[in-house]
């Protein structure tokens, strides 16, 4: 009787592990081309910028967030805390939510003031489609313009500051 308990318990456990994994969606775009996609944002100052003007850096993070996600806000608080570890980062903050709410974002996080940020909203919905993103944040991180790294939950900041010191 003890080992069947056991054995209930374990796989109620197990099964309560992966309802919470992320699940990739196996047709996600991404995973069959590793180069930033081509796509079209609307900026918080209403200019278009496509991935072709985008100023040239070693690294490219593209985040897929929301500006009422409380794990994007920390993510965000994050990444500016620690700006100095990723100055040869473009961080590319897209969201789907009215670009009031993206404003509001962006000047709570003093993103509107990092020269290595672009944030804003993309009207064709193009970044989403292509990486398919299951929660917010979600980032991609690429190295020369090549798919390094996903993160399905956020990064932590550490860990991918590690990254780019290592490259």
């Known amino acids: 009787m ?12 197990l099964t309560q592990l992966q309802a919470q994994a992320p699940v990739v969606d196996p ?7 590793n180069k930033i996609p081509a796509f079209s944002i609307t900026g918080i100052d209403g200019k ?4 072709k003007q985008l100023p040239k850096y070693k690294f490219t993070c593209i ?12 993510e965000a608080a994050e990444i500016i805390k620690y700006a100095e570890k990723f100055k040869n980062v473009l961080f590319i903050w897209d969201s789907y939510r009215d670009m009031e709410a993206i404003k509001k974002f962006a000047v709570k996080y003093n993103i509107v003031n990092q020269p290595n940020m672009v944030i804003g909203r993309d009207p064709s919905y193009t970044i989403p489609t292509f990486f398919r993103p299951r929660m917010t944040p979600f980032m991609a991180l690429y190295l020369k313009g090549t798919l390094l790294k996903v ?5 932590d900041v550490f860990e991918l500051a590690k990254i780019i010191e290592s490259n």
């Open 2 to 13: 003890k080992y069947f308990l056991t054995l209930v318990l374990s796989v109620l456990f």
């Open 48 to 51: 278009e910028i496509t991935n």
């Open 151 to 155: 993160y399905e939950q956020g990064a």
């Open 27 to 33: 047709n996600a775009p991404y995973l069959k081309d």
């Open 63 to 74: 985040i897929i967030f929301s500006p009422d996600c409380p794990h994007c806000e920390k």
